[in-house]
C-alpha cells in the first residue's frame, strides 16, 4: 500500500469513528425541580432568622408592580430575636 492510500483509509477510519460517537440518545436524568419564586411561597429562612426574612424582603422589592401577586403567607411567623443586634436597612 502506498503512503498516500495508507493516509486516506486512516483519515476515513477516524473520520468514521468521530462520526459515530456523536449519535446516540440522552441521558434519563430527570431535570432538577425549579427553585420557587419568591410569590409562590415563603421560604422556610425567612421564618428562622432576620437575615433570611431581609433576603426575602429584598428578593420581593426587586420585582417590578406588574409582577407581583399576593403572597399566602400562612405558613409564615417572622422571627421573634431578642438578643441580636439590629440588621442595617439600606
Do not use: K
Amino acid at each position: 500500500m502506498t503512503t498516500r492510500r495508507l493516509l486516506a483509509l486512516m483519515q476515513s477510519v477516524c473520520v468514521a469513528a468521530l462520526l459515530s460517537a456523536c449519535g446516540g440518545g440522552g441521558g434519563t436524568d430527570a431535570p432538577a425541580p425549579a427553585q420557587p419564586g419568591p410569590l409562590e411561597q415563603v421560604p422556610g429562612s425567612a421564618s428562622q432568622s432576620s437575615a433570611g426574612m431581609t433576603g426575602y424582603l429584598r428578593a420581593l422589592g426587586a420585582l417590578t408592580p406588574e409582577d407581583r401577586e399576593p403572597v399566602d403567607i400562612g405558613n409564615f411567623t417572622p422571627p421573634t430575636v431578642d438578643d441580636a443586634e439590629p440588621e442595617p436597612v439600606s
